[in-house]
């Protein structure tokens, strides 16, 4: 077992006036987010502080402009805080998962969301109620894109209104993305799979076909964004993988477009596996490299 490590008063005092040199800064306010002692020691030392000053008047400007939120969730965040301090599972919980929540959220809620729900319900009744065989077709098309519309959608000072903040924390960056995309990920990834398992076949690949794709753009979105930001990069990988469908589905002659389009899924799918499965490494190694990139994504 590793032996606790806490803040000594030394690294308290220079963190709290500045001295402190940028990398074990930057090890201390991580050690701040899951440790509550050195968290409330740093805050004293900087309250004590020209800044410090600063801080207390920034925050009796923000409760005075706010005494709705102060005065009617007051008795709640009491008792939530007196609950959290007196049981070491409220400790645990108030340590552990409020971080993660938080850093999540963007990822779990909005325009996203309503659209994963969307599609999954949509098949499912353009199926049962209007009796459309070939529903696994269009879901499987719109299945690898769906994740890539997710991170758009989770990163970036265009979904979080709280970026700016967030960016500039150790958690920031490129692991702030992470956790948002395998938050997106966790979701479409078995919704959209089950829901593909729930329609009929039709000539459509198998319901778990499209995973690697998805990973594989994913990954490339998560890359690509390093060089020219996440919106962008993912309007280029998303329209890319639907054009590539799309376009030769109806250039092709003979058939439906339903069974066109099922057989060039079959291309991409059914045939090209080890070749997402090398594009999803080769993208997780060219983003371990760019990891840097995203300390200075905010504008982009």
């Known amino acids: 077992m590793t032996t606790p490590w806490h803040a000594s008063e030394d690294l308290t005092l220079r963190y709290a006036d500045g001295s402190l040199p940028e990398a074990d800064a930057w090890s201390l306010e991580k050690h701040l987010e899951t440790c509550t002692d050195c968290a409330t020691r740093v805050s004293t030392a900087v309250r004590n502080t020209p800044a410090g000053v600063v801080l207390d008047e920034v925050r009796d400007l923000i409760l005075t402009a706010a005494p709705l939120t102060q005065g009617a969730r007051g008795s709640d965040m009491c008792g939530s805080a007196a ?33 994963l729900l969307t599609v999954v319900v949509g098949a499912l009744l353009l199926n049962r109620a209007a009796g459309y065989e070939a529903t696994r077709t269009l879901l499987l098309t719109l299945a690898p894109v769906i994740p890539v519309a997710g991170v758009a959608l989770s990163y970036g000072p265009h979904a979080d209104p709280l970026h700016e903040i967030t960016a500039a924390t150790p958690s920031g960056g490129l692991r702030l993305a992470l956790t948002r995309t395998a938050a997106v990920l966790g979701l479409s990834l078995p919704a959209l799979t089950l829901t593909g398992a729930a329609l009929p076949a039709s000539g459509a690949p198998g319901a ?42 109806f250039a092709a002659h003979g058939g439906s477009l339903t069974a066109r389009l099922a057989g060039r899924l079959a291309v991409c799918f059914d045939g090209a596996q080890p070749g997402w499965a090398a594009a999803a490494a080769v993208c997780a190694v060219l983003l371990a490299v760019r990891r840097g990139a995203y300390d200075y994504l905010e504008n982009r």
């Open 83 to 115: 609950w959290a301090r007196a049981t070491p599972t409220g400790r645990h919980l108030t340590t552990h998962l409020k971080p993660t929540l938080w850093s999540l959220g963007p990822a779990l809620r909005g325009t996203w969301l309503l659209a």
């Open 208 to 249: 778990a076909a499209w995973l690697l794709p998805a990973l594989a753009l994913t990954l490339g979105s998560l890359t690509l964004a390093s060089y020219v930001g996440c919106r962008t990069a993912t309007a280029v990988t998303g329209g890319g993988w639907l054009a590539a469908v799309l376009v030769p589905a």
